[in-house]
C-alpha cells in the first residue's frame, strides 16, 4: 500500500537524520560533511514520504485493524521501556556514552517482530544491520579514536537512509 510504504520512508528518514545528528558528537573532522548531508537527505526522504503518506491517507494500511494496531504499539511501548530501563542502568552505572548502542541494538532488535506486522520482510534486514552496528560501535570508536556516538550514529544514519532512499525508489517501480 502505497501510504505504508511513504510513511516507511519518512519515518526511516527522519530517524536517520535523528542518527546523524546524534553522531555529531566529536567526530573526525573528515565526517562533518558527510553526516550534514545524511542528515538532509534523511530530512528530504521523512518530508516527501509524509507528504506522500498524507495525499494517500485513504488508501489503507496494513495497521488498519485494531488487532494489527494493538500489536504495533505494544512493539513500540515495549521497545521505549528496554531502551529507557537501558539508559537509566547505563546512566547510574556512569556509562552515558554506552547508551547510543544501546538504544540502537534495541532499535534494531524490535524489527524483528515489527517486520511481520508491518508485513515489510526487508525490516529483518534492517534490523539485523542495526544490531551489527550497535555491536561494531564500541571496537569501532575505541579503533579509530572517536566517541562511541559518533560511530554509532553514523553506522545506524548510514543504514537507516540507505533503507529510507530504498524504500522511496520502490513507490517509483
Given at each position: 500500500?502505497v501510504?505504508?510504504?511513504?510513511?516507511?520512508?519518512?519515518?526511516?528518514?527522519?530517524?536517520?537524520?535523528?542518527?546523524?545528528?546524534?553522531?555529531?558528537?566529536r567526530?573526525?573532522?573528515s565526517?562533518?560533511?558527510?553526516?550534514?548531508?545524511?542528515?538532509?537527505?534523511?530530512?528530504?526522504?521523512?518530508?516527501a514520504?509524509?507528504l506522500?503518506?498524507?495525499?494517500?491517507w485513504?488508501?489503507?494500511?496494513?495497521?488498519?485493524?485494531?488487532?494489527?494496531?494493538?500489536?504495533?504499539?505494544?512493539?513500540?511501548?515495549?521497545?521505549?521501556?528496554?531502551?529507557?530501563?537501558?539508559?537509566?542502568?547505563l546512566?547510574?552505572?556512569?556509562?552515558?556514552?554506552?547508551?547510543?548502542?544501546?538504544?540502537?541494538?534495541?532499535?534494531?532488535?524490535?524489527?524483528?517482530?515489527?517486520?511481520?506486522?508491518l508485513?515489510?520482510?526487508?525490516?529483518?534486514?534492517?534490523?539485523?544491520?542495526?544490531?551489527?552496528?550497535?555491536?561494531?560501535?564500541?571496537?569501532?570508536?575505541?579503533?579509530?579514536?572517536v566517541?562511541?556516538?559518533?560511530?554509532?550514529?553514523?553506522?545506524?544514519?548510514?543504514?537507516?537512509?540507505?533503507f529510507?532512499?530504498?524504500?522511496?525508489?520502490?513507490?517509483?517501480?
Amino acid at each position: 500500500m502505497v501510504r505504508d510504504v511513504a510513511m516507511t520512508a519518512a519515518v526511516l528518514g527522519f530517524f536517520s537524520a535523528a542518527w546523524f545528528g546524534w553522531a555529531q558528537d566529536r567526530p573526525p573532522a573528515s565526517w562533518k560533511v558527510r553526516l550534514v548531508v545524511g542528515s538532509v537527505a534523511g530530512m528530504a526522504l521523512a518530508v516527501a514520504g509524509g507528504l506522500l503518506a498524507w495525499r494517500n491517507w485513504d488508501t489503507g494500511s496494513v495497521l488498519g485493524d485494531d488487532a494489527s494496531m494493538r500489536t504495533y504499539l505494544i512493539i513500540v511501548g515495549i521497545e521505549f521501556g528496554v531502551a529507557a530501563l537501558g539508559v537509566l542502568v547505563l546512566f547510574a552505572t556512569r556509562r552515558a556514552e554506552f547508551m547510543p548502542p544501546w538504544i540502537c541494538l534495541v532499535v534494531g532488535v524490535h524489527f524483528v517482530p515489527m517486520a511481520p506486522v508491518l508485513e515489510n520482510a526487508a525490516l529483518y534486514v534492517l534490523g539485523a544491520l542495526l544490531t551489527a552496528v550497535a555491536l561494531a560501535a564500541i571496537p569501532l570508536a575505541r579503533r579509530r579514536d572517536v566517541a562511541v556516538s559518533a560511530s554509532t550514529g553514523a553506522g545506524a544514519g548510514t543504514v537507516l537512509v540507505l533503507f529510507a532512499a530504498g524504500t522511496a525508489l520502490t513507490m517509483l517501480w
